[in-house]
């Protein structure tokens, strides 16, 4: 019963079943993710930022959409060791929109540098 209902709900374009999760302990392990993650539904993956640049930062996967929007709605602002988690849908278009915008920026000093154009 519960699964005809979901199927008729619409969500908003998005919501998918990725969450980015930021401000997490240096310190946290995949066992103490899933414990907390867990909760809200059967998790495919997770992955946990382990270079300097991406410590404290994760990504968590989960099996169904209304899994993922239900952990998102009850985690964000969730405290973990004295930390408030931030809970966000993975956007795609946005993490390689910074790619992108690198890549036009070098481009155009390229562009500048080959005709001599100085600004």
């Not at 699964?3 to 998005?14: E, F, G, H």
């Not at 919501?15 to 997490?24: D, G």
């Not at 956007?91 to 790619?99: C, E, G, H, S, V």
């Amino acid at each position: 019963m519960a699964m005809q209902k979901r199927a008729n709900i619409r969500l908003p374009p998005d919501i998918n079943r990725i969450l980015y999760v930021r401000n997490l302990p240096y310190k946290i392990t995949a066992e103490e993710m899933y414990d907390i993650f867990g909760k809200y539904g059967a998790i495919r993956q997770i992955r946990v930022g382990n270079m300097p640049d991406t410590r404290g930062t994760a990504f968590v996967v989960y099996e169904d959409i209304f899994d993922a929007k239900n952990a998102c709605d009850h985690l964000s602002g969730f405290n973990v060791c004295n930390r408030y988690l931030v809970v966000l849908y993975y956007q795609a278009n946005k993490a390689f929109d910074k790619i992108n915008l690198e890549k036009e920026k070098e481009k155009l000093a390229k562009t500048q540098a080959k005709f001599g154009l100085n600004t």
